[in-house]
C-alpha cells in the first residue's frame, strides 16, 4: 500500500486548498480513506473520511460545512480529495491521508489507529 499526497501550501484566512491522495497497491473500494491532521504541540486528529466502497463520508465538527472529501473518479484513479474552503488559522498543520480496514469492520473511522497505511504528509500554513 502507497498513498502519495499533494496540494499543501501558504495561504491567506478565509482562502481555499484542495490535497490530493493517491493510493495505489490495494483494493480501493474496501478501504476507509481519511485525512489526519497535527499542528505543532497538539495531537494527531480525524478531519474527514470517505468510505469509497458506499459513498459514505464523515467529518469532525470543527470543518463540516468548510471542507469537502470525494473520490476522484473522472481520472478513473483512486485518488481522494479534501476540498478545504474558509480556511482558518486553526486549520493550518500536516495534513496526512490515511487508509485502513478497521472501520470498514465496525471501528470508528476518527481513531488513527484503525488505519495502517499513512503518507508522508503535506503542510497547510494559514497566514
Known amino acids: 500500500v502507497q498513498l502519495v499526497e499533494s496540494g499543501g501550501g501558504l495561504v491567506q484566512p478565509r482562502g481555499s486548498l484542495r490535497l490530493s491522495c493517491g493510493a495505489f497497491g490495494f483494493t480501493f473500494s474496501l478501504y476507509y480513506m481519511s485525512w489526519f491532521r497535527q499542528a505543532p504541540g497538539k495531537s494527531r486528529e480525524a478531519v474527514a473520511a470517505?468510505?469509497?466502497?458506499?459513498?459514505?463520508?464523515?467529518?469532525a465538527d470543527s470543518v463540516a460545512g468548510r471542507f469537502t472529501i470525494s473520490q476522484d473518479n473522472a481520472k478513473n484513479k483512486n485518488t481522494v480529495i479534501l476540498q478545504m474552503n474558509s480556511l482558518q488559522l486553526e486549520d493550518a498543520g500536516m495534513y496526512y491521508c490515511?487508509?485502513?480496514?478497521?472501520?470498514?469492520?465496525?471501528?470508528?473511522?476518527?481513531?488513527?489507529?484503525?488505519?495502517?497505511?499513512w503518507g508522508q504528509g503535506t503542510q497547510v500554513t494559514v497566514s
Open positions: 490515511a487508509a485502513g480496514l478497521g472501520a470498514t469492520y465496525g471501528g470508528s473511522w476518527a481513531r488513527d489507529y484503525e488505519y495502517n497505511s
Open positions: 470517505i468510505y469509497p466502497g458506499r459513498a459514505r463520508t464523515y467529518y
